[in-house]
């Protein structure tokens, strides 16, 4: 078995085609080496040392995987001036970045969240002649098969709808969500036996269930919801309706909905939530 047959059979991504992914997002400026070390090269480019351990599954069969990314960034020590452009470059790699990544076997997708590993105004130490080692940025990588990989969640956005969505004067927008469950109950009802038959049962009512957690924003879809949570939104009724359209990589749902509870999340030094609870109407 070759090397590329066994990165198959274990459903592995081969790290050479992670690091050209990191590479696209800072440019042609930079140089993402895999478990290497800095080159004794001369030339103007920011070398940005890769260690990826892979976190196993507990299943198989799943087609995707998770990294934990360790980046070690060393810019050129012979032109201090290059620094303050090479923090704004590593900029792109923070927060969270997706895109997709081809190889020779399949097709993927992927999901980073990295964040600088330490503060980025340290002493810095010349331990190499061409290069000097600037900060770090860790983090972690979720990777899917296009075809058999699991979804991950960013990647489906969720738009609400205070109203009709065909009335132009709804408020609405895209909400930053932090969690959202969607349920399904079904009510049942037992017909009337005689004679010792057995009962049969037969669902007669379904709902969907929808909890959405979110960020305030300071726009107008948050200022109304968080006046119908206070109760001084005046236009909006015990049984007026709230639209939730999700869209997921291959299709979308639009659910018309009742809310039937609400919470503002406060704290100190945090940045304020909401949840709001909603039951599907017909």
């Known amino acids: 078995m070759n090397k590329n047959e066994e990165l198959q059979e274990q459903e592995l991504i081969e790290l050479k085609y992670v690091a050209r992914a990191l590479n696209e997002l800072v440019g042609a400026d930079f140089r993402v080496i895999v478990n290497g070390s800095t080159s004794i090269s001369q030339d103007s480019k920011t070398e940005i040392l890769m260690q990826a351990t892979r976190i196993p599954f507990a299943v198989t069969g799943i087609g995707s995987e998770t990294l934990d990314i360790s980046l070690e960034v060393w810019a050129p020590a012979q032109n201090p001036k ?10 792109k790699l923070i927060g969270h970045k997706s895109g997709s990544i081809e190889t020779t076997e399949a097709n993927y997708t992927y999901a980073s969240f990295l964040e600088f590993g330490r503060p ?27 075809e058999t990989g699991a979804v991950v969640s960013n990647s489906i956005f969720t738009q609400l709808y205070i109203g009709n969505p065909d009335n132009e004067n709804t408020v609405r927008g895209f909400i930053p969500t932090l969690a959202v469950d969607t349920s399904i109950n079904f009510s049942s009802e037992t017909s009337p036996t005689g004679n010792n038959n057995t009962a049969d049962t037969y669902n007669i009512v379904r709902n969907c269930n929808i909890s959405v957690s979110a960020l305030v924003l300071n726009r107008p879809l948050d200022n109304v919801i968080i006046k119908i949570i206070y109760l001084i939104q005046n236009n909006f009724g015990i049984n007026d309706e709230i639209y939730v359209r999700r869209i997921f990589p291959t299709f979308e749902v639009v659910k018309k909905c009742r809310l039937i509870g609400g919470e503002l999340i406060e704290q100190a030094g945090a940045y304020m939530q909401y949840k709001l609870s909603l039951i599907e109407v017909p």
């Open 120 to 146: 980025i105004d340290v002493q810095q130490v010349d331990i190499n002649a061409s290069r000097r080692h600037l900060l770090n940025i860790t983090g972690t990588m979720l990777i899917s098969n296009v």
């Open 82 to 91: 290059v620094r303050d452009k090479t923090l704004s470059m590593l900029n």
